[in-house]
């Protein structure tokens, strides 16, 4: 089990949080964990308990139904997920697609979607991988044809995570295919529309109970209210989600190169810098900076620090004595170890 007391990014908020959700998993999905991958897919209902927990994109803003919290949340979930062996679908909602419609939904598609994805009443997928496109998600060949109020979708999607569940799909389509990445744009198509069809949920050689599947789209019309973000910036919008994406992937490996970082008071942190010294193997600390720290401010240096740092930034400690080290370790340092390094 994993031994909290080397764990300096959570807060004791993160580690209370963290003994709800071995509950809610205890009972709600360990018992069916042989179930859930013979059949290759998590229920409903699971999705339900698991919502009503409160274990649902944790991050959405509580004018959107959610609890507004920082991302450790949805790593305290990720995490116990690992532990246990589950491959439900429940990361993929919680930590990709919320962020895209709370950061490009309209006010209408965020009251319509974002409440129901905290509780597990709404599921959701993002279809972009084609038979023909993986990793050059430039060459998708879906097409989303203008045609009065409507788009028209055309074209397969394949490897959907949450395929089979989906309440609702991000899918990305060319709405313009001679603009190339310029003339993507997502766009919202809900289980049940005209033309849309679930195909085969996939085997796989791991990840047995994730509903990986096939989606068809023949000539499936959607209002144009249905874009999500941009007509034409969807290969924008993608980019920006997916660094985050490939940011927190290499946080929660722990194989991906990375900084062990302690930030020090200048003032007093020399006489730290033995302390810390003795236990640089134990934290495995890569780097050490020295600088101000006045009072509330720490939040912001924090951040700038991880900002300006090459290389992504696993743990940052802040204080004059090792035993500071916890207290300082604020939720700022879990926002700032998820943005976008500086340029
Ligand atoms: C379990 C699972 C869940 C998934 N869920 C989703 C989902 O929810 N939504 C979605 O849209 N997609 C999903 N995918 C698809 C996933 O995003 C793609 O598999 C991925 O983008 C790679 O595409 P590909 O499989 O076509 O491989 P390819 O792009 O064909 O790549 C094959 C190999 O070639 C390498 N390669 C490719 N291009 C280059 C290059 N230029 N230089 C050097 N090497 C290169 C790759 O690294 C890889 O090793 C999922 C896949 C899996 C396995």
Not at 20 to 49: C, M, S, Y
Not at 310 to 326: H, K
Request: charged share 25%; hydrophobic share 40%.
């Amino acid at each position: 089990m994993l031994d909290l007391s080397r764990r300096f990014a959570y807060t004791d908020e993160h580690n209370m949080f963290r003994d709800t959700v071995r509950k809610v998993f205890a009972q709600h999905l360990e018992p069916f964990l042989d179930e859930h991958e013979k059949n290759g897919i998590v229920p409903r209902e699971v999705w339900k308990a698991v919502g009503e927990a409160g274990l649902l994109c944790p991050t959405v803003k509580e004018e959107n139904g959610g609890l507004g919290l920082d991302f450790g949340y949805c790593a305290v979930v990720g995490e116990e997920m690992a532990y246990l062996g589950s491959a439900a679908g429940f990361t993929l909602q919680s930590d990709i697609t919320a962020n895209y419609f709370e950061r490009l939904g309209t006010a209408e598609q965020r009251a319509k979607y974002l409440p129901g994805m905290v509780t597990g009443d709404i599921i959701t997928a993002i279809a972009m991988t084609e038979p023909g496109a993986g990793s050059d998600l430039q060459g998708i060949r879906t097409t989303a044809r203008e045609d009065g109020g409507d788009y028209v979708i055309n074209g397969s999607k394949t490897y959907i995570t949450n395929g089979q569940n989906a309440d609702v799909v991000i899918v990305v389509a060319k709405t313009d295919p001679a603009a190339g990445a310029k003339g993507t744009t997502l766009l919202l198509v809900e289980d049940g529309t005209p033309g849309f069809v679930k195909g085969r949920n996939l085997d796989k050689i791991g990840q047995h109970a994730a509903d990986t599947s096939e989606l068809f789209f023949e000539d499936v019309r959607v209002p144009k209210e249905n874009v999500l973000g941009g007509v034409g910036r969807g290969f924008v919008h993608l980019m920006e989600e997916l660094r985050k994406v490939k940011r927190v992937i290499q946080k929660l490996d722990p194989q991906a190169p990375h900084e062990v970082l302690l930030v020090l008071d200048a003032n007093t942190g020399q006489n730290a810098v033995t302390q810390v010294t003795a236990f640089d193997d134990a934290l495995g600390v890569t780097g050490l900076v020295l600088t101000k720290l006045d009072g509330t401010a720490k939040g912001g240096v924090i951040a700038a620090i991880a900002k300006s740092r090459p290389r992504p930034i696993r743990f940052i400690g802040v204080g004059e004595q090792m035993d500071d080290l916890r207290p300082f370790v604020a939720a700022e340092f879990v926002n700032a170890l998820f943005e976008e390094p500086a340029a």
